[in-house]
């Protein structure tokens, strides 16, 4: 049984600049209410009818007083902003190098996969002292993936991935919920997230039914689905060739020049009339309804796996 506690434990690099933050916020609104009050607090005793002070006179302005409570309170909401500014930078900017997990999230459960292939349900393992970057999609309504431990939370948003990091400084078990309403069991959409040391996390990672890597997995997908009748050198159909594509600017029909990243190549799978590589037709089918979010997941890494290697992901 966890002691009672009001903050939950500092699990993650960021969680202590989160909580600073949130200090410091607390303690400036806590010394505004005693500028406001306490004077407030005094007057009303002073100068409460019937009182006998002398009430002839009063001052009718001081410029240094005026600037002073104009400024003063400028320079502190400046100092919150780009404080507040430079923690977001840090917890919204996946570093360079981090693992890499995909998360699909739907009614009502969290399936991950591990770049080594390694998949899991409701639990996420992770090493202690390694960034770990959650790329993320759901299959049906938003949800949001929220580890108070860590202090991340990120929605899960149909039809687009959205990112989490965290970098986890204790060896344990953490709750992991979801935080927005997504239907009946929300509630019951929980998991845990086990931080081990990185001997039991290799040991980890090769128990059980070891799966294939995720870009063996998507390079199997991409010949099972079809992907590969069109999109090789020697096909009879006009399609482009992804080799090297991952990365890459990629000029549109429409003129307008896009990055070859997670999302572009997701919308291709499943609206590919949305955006045409210029110089080619619209004859691509939407597999929309024939793959899953978590398949398209293996697909990219495959591309980015045979990508433009000189460049880091996004
Ligand atoms: Cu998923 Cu709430």
């Not at 993650?12 to 407030?40: E, K, N, R």
């Not at 202090?151 to 970098?167: A, I, L, M, S």
Request: net charge neutral.
């Amino acid at each position: 049984m966890d002691k009672f506690r009001l903050f939950p434990i500092e699990g993650s690099s960021s969680a202590h600049q989160i909580d600073w933050l949130y200090f410091g916020l607390t303690g400036m609104l806590i010394f505004f209410c005693f500028v406001v009050f306490v004077p407030v607090i005094f007057f009303c005793i002073r100068y409460r009818r019937g009182a006998k002070v002398n009430r002839a006179n009063p001052p009718e302005g001081n410029n240094l007083l005026e600037t002073g409570w104009t400024l003063f309170p400028l320079l502190i909401g400046l100092g919150f902003f780009i404080w507040g500014a430079a923690v977001y930078y840090h917890i919204e900017r996946p570093p360079r190098n981090a693992l890499q997990v995909q998360v699909v999230a739907k009614q009502w459960m969290w399936k991950l996969q591990h770049a080594e292939g390694k998949k899991e349900i409701d639990e996420l393992h992770v090493p202690l002292g390694r960034d770990v970057e959650l790329t993320m999609a759901s299959q049906d309504v938003i949800h949001s993936f929220f580890v108070p431990a860590f202090r991340v939370k990120q929605d899960v948003v149909p039809g687009k991935y959205t990112t989490e990091w965290f970098h986890p400084t204790r060896v344990g078990e953490y709750h992991l919920f979801c935080a927005e309403y997504c239907g009946t069991n929300h509630s019951k959409m929980i998991g845990r997230i086990v931080v081990m040391r990185p001997a039991d996390y290799a040991r980890w990672l090769t128990t059980g039914t070891t799966d294939r890597s995720i870009v063996l997995e998507g390079q199997r997908l991409f010949h099972e689905k079809g992907c590969s009748g069109c999109h090789v050198g020697s096909s009879v159909v006009h399609a482009p060739p992804l080799e090297g594509l991952y990365g890459k600017q990629v000029p549109l029909a429409s003129g307008d020049i896009v990055t070859a990243d997670d999302e572009y190549i997701r919308d291709s799978i499943f609206l590919p009339g949305k955006q045409i590589a210029a110089g080619y037709d619209n004859l691509m089918p939407s597999f929309s309804g024939h793959i899953s979010e978590g398949e398209i997941m293996q697909i990219i890494a495959y591309l980015k796996s045979i990508g433009n290697q000189s460049e880091e992901g996004k």
